[in-house]
Each structure stands twice: as C-alpha cells, then as structure tokens.
C-alpha cells in the first residue's frame, strides 16, 4: 500500500506546502517528502498530529477507512 500518496492528497487539500507542514511538526521538510514518496514512514505520533493538520482522521489518512 502506497500512504504517501494518501499524504500528500490531504496535505494539497489542506491548502499547505510540505516546508508549512514540517514546521508545524518541528521536523525537516525532507521528512515530508520522504512519507509522500513511500521512502519512510511517520511515528505514531507524527501520524496524530498529520490527521489534526490535514482534518481526517488516521484511517482515512493511511488510506484504510473502507476497511474499518
């Protein structure tokens, strides 16, 4: 399953760049694009922060909300 592209949808709907996302976050931007290009993953606590930012919550954000 590819979450990054689930990333950077609700980060383009939100209407922010990944350099406003990150610091929100206090991370390097690198860090963004790196989830959004399925290179790493975010910790538990970066994906609660993310579905705070973004306004969706954890499932829809890893793109597994049909299956719940």
Do not use: H, T
């Amino acid at each position: 399953m590819l979450f990054g592209e689930n990333f950077k949808k609700y980060r383009l709907e939100a209407g922010l760049s990944q350099k406003q996302v990150a610091k929100m976050l206090d991370i390097y931007q690198s860090n963004i694009s790196d989830w959004e290009n399925d290179v790493s993953r975010p910790d538990y606590e970066k994906l609660i922060q993310l579905s705070k930012i973004y306004g969706c919550s954890i499932a829809e954000l890893l793109g597994i909300e049909d299956i719940i």
